[in-house]
């Protein structure tokens, strides 16, 4: 039967490399979540004129270690009037959709082993960024989830605060976006981030669109100004009230997930990717060779990603939370006609260059 | 009186963006200022001179107790903290205590002293004092009714460092207190 066997014939050397691909992305992205949650206390804690945690192993780095074992060894609740399998389904898919961002995400150009070129990127599809939005979308499945099948009042008010949050903000994110793909012309995350290391990052054609996105940003992965869905000390907790024990300690983990890969997306789409700043990456591959290049352009990605993590905990330890209405009208009334506006004059513009500055 | 300013806000302000910036940088600002927090158990804060903490039984340059159970001390505390027994001193024990009489059991409920450091005050043989160890921890109540073991400072001639210790730079001869030989 030779057609069956060149059917199911697996380029086993591509299988592996994805493999490993998918696992370093999936523990990086838990790793960097990690830390997140300690680099958010300590953020936190020097912001206030504080030390933050420095008792588990030195400077506290083992802290969020400690926090995990913590979270795994409370008593799980599961209630009685719950809806047992909704319940248990919540938390895995907002972990779930949080990790699968990560997948069209280009974490640098290519390394060379093995006589192979293998690309950084676990999978290069040509609508990327539709697939980004699509999964953020998901997203909101986690949340309403587990708020409903909690089978209680406040939880179901906070999944719906949530949920409507994220749903209205998804808005003028996605057109703030199409702005960028009709300067950019392609859905590609890491065409996108080959056009900008040959010119200009988007930040400078898109000024105005990245401020939308980045607000929007915010407003997606529930961060201050917008954390109404968990309103720690004025709700009772959001749509996880009923949760315990690591399911809890699963959405909110997720939040942390969620925020360093919307970094790693602003970054792609507006701050030039893996791109190093100031330095032809071209003409440096002959200097450095393929592979050094590519730690270096992961490193420089990684500390765009850290910067834009940074802002997000800067800008959560200094503003207070809007009032649900504030949320709304922002939302709607001011993103969403700006964002508008954004697309109608990078199109025009866009028009008017191809007609040679001609009315 | 400030009053409250009713004035429709611009558009300048109405954007949020400047003010937001503006706190961003005040909050930024704090990264660089000095912590008002010390790592208490590795750093401590100087005392000051008079501080007052748990008490210590005091002996004398040979090592001998200086302590005649007079309880004047437990006449003096208003915690009703102290509480002592006497004994006489037999011969052969001239090393052990200074004087004829000595206190054959002394205990300090920590738990009731309140650390006005009158014993100190009141004792006319220099033996009781209030040293600058202030943070007993114990797991059952018992444990902070301190006995003599735990109050007497340690012997000058068998452990001399531990003894300076103790004593630190207060308890030095005190002045007016009438026990000078």
Known sequence: ?359 | MKPVSRKPMTIWERMYLPAILKGMFITFGHIFKKKATINYPEQTRPFSPVFRGLQILNRDEEGRENCTACGLCAVACPAEAITMEAAERKPGEEHLYREEKYAAKYEINMLRCIFCGLCEEACPKDAVYLSETFAPANYQRKGFIYGKPDLLIPHPKEDPEAFAKARGNRAQQPQGHGNEH
């Open chain 1, 1 to 359: 039967m030779p057609i069956t066997h060149t059917l199911l014939a697996i380029d086993w050397a591509v299988f592996t490399e994805k493999l490993i691909l998918i696992v370093s992305v999936v523990s990086a992205s838990l790793v960097v979540a990690m830390y997140s949650t300690y680099a958010e206390r300590k953020v936190a804690a020097i912001i206030q004129d504080r030390r933050g945690p420095n008792r588990a192993g030195p400077f506290g780095i083992l802290q969020p270690l400690a926090d995990g074992m913590k979270l795994f060894f409370k008593e799980e609740i599961i209630p009685n009037f719950s809806s047992k399998f909704l319940f248990i389904l919540g938390p895995c898919l907002a972990m779930l959709t949080a990790i699968m961002v990560g997948a069209v995400i280009p974490w640098g150009n290519k390394i060379h082993i093995f006589n192979r070129d293998i690309s950084l990127q676990i999978a290069d599809i040509n609508i990327g960024i539709l697939y980004v939005f699509g999964v953020v979308s998901l997203g909101v499945y986690g949340i309403m989830i587990g708020g409903w099948a909690s089978n209680n009042k406040f939880s179901l008010m906070g999944a719906m605060r949530a949920a409507s949050q994220i749903i209205s903000y998804e808005l003028a994110m996605g057109i703030s976006i199409i702005a960028l793909l009709m300067v950019t012309g392609t859905l590609s995350l890491k065409e996108m981030v080959d056009q900008q290391t040959d010119h200009w990052w988007n930040i400078m054609k898109q000024p105005l669109g990245f401020l939308i996105f980045l607000i929007c940003a915010f407003a997606e992965t529930n961060r201050t100004p917008f954390d109404l869905a968990e309103a720690e000390n004025e709700l009772v907790g959001g749509y996880h009230v009923e949760y315990s024990s690591m399911k809890l300690g699963f959405y909110l983990f997720a939040e942390y997930i969620n925020m360093f890969l919307s970094s790693a997306v602003m970054v792609s789409l507006y701050f030039g990717g893996y791109d190093i700043p100031f330095v032809n990456d071209i003409s440096s591959i002959n200097t450095l060779g393929v592979n050094w290049l590519a730690v270096l352009q992961g490193a420089c990605f990684f500390a765009k990603i850290a910067c834009f993590i940074f802002l997000f905990m800067w800008v959560r330890w200094t503003i207070p939370r809007f009032r649900y209405d504030q949320l709304m009208n922002l939302g709607w009334k001011i993103l969403l006609p700006l964002a508008l506006f954004n697309m109608l004059v990078t199109g025009a513009l866009i028009l008017l260059k191809q007609n040679h500055w001609h009315f």
